[in-house]
């Protein structure tokens, strides 16, 4: 008896628009909680489809924390995954994402702004782990940042641009072809005990660094008593 092919279960969906939605993102696994708010954000697909080789467009533009805007265009594909996307994105505030960086230096950012333009490509071949490769400029504007110490100013400028930047994964490889810095500044302290401020800003907090050498030092050998 002959085993008929099951054909895999597709699905199309041939238009679809949302205007003017809304979406909190709260993400707590973060020692500090990060709550995002997405507002307003639209979107238009025409014909995505889950059969082999349809390609789709997809439209999406939203605002982050009433800020950042977000742009992104472009055919996609989901089988096999594709996309030749157009990405611009618009002063996305550095601060929202804090947390996620906060125990690797103990700094406050307290102003800043990124901004991008380029293209996006992801493609997958056959069972193959994706590729993707992004091509643009990068702008960081206007950051500026504190030490959590002392609240002294750390390190700030004006504007920090990646002129034709070249990124990809799968391999990975990172190209710039050129990198302005403007109005650059950063505090450099040598303590009286001779230690620097970016060692703290960086290294090992003063009670854990005390916590470890309290659990390295050796028990004192016991005192014989003469008879």
Not at 97 to 104: A, C, G, H, I
Not at 146 to 171: E, M, R, T
Request: net charge negative; glycine share 8%; hydrophobic share 35%.
């Amino acid at each position: 008896v002959e085993k008929k092919t099951e054909k895999p279960l597709s699905a199309k969906i041939d238009s679809l628009k949302i205007d003017g939605g809304k979406v909190t993102l709260i993400d707590m696994v973060p020692e500090e909680t990060v709550t995002i708010k997405v507002d307003p954000v639209n979107v238009s697909a025409v014909n995505l489809a889950t059969a082999p080789g349809a390609k789709g467009t997809i439209d999406l533009s939203l605002t982050l924390d009433q800020k950042g805007a977000v742009s992104v265009k472009g055919p996609v594909g989901i089988e096999p995954i594709s996309a030749d996307l157009e990405i611009d994105v618009k002063n996305i505030g550095i601060r929202s994402f804090q947390p996620y960086f906060t125990d690797r230096a103990r700094i406050n950012v307290t102003q800043g702004g990124i901004s991008t333009k380029g293209t996006l490509h992801v493609a997958r071949s056959g069972q193959d782990a994706p590729t993707a490769k992004y091509a643009g400029n990068i702008l960081v504007a206007n950051f500026a940042s504190i030490d959590k110490a002392n609240a002294n100013d750390f390190l700030k400028w004006k504007s920090l641009f990646l002129d034709q930047l070249n990124v990809g994964y799968n391999p990975m490889f990172v190209n710039i072809k050129g990198v302005s810095l403007t109005d650059f500044y950063v505090r450099f302290i040598i303590n009286p005990d001779g230690t620097r401020n970016v060692q703290h800003i960086f290294g090992k907090e003063k009670e854990e660094e005390k916590e470890h050498g309290e659990a390295e030092e050796p028990a004192e050998p016991a005192k014989e008593e003469a008879g």
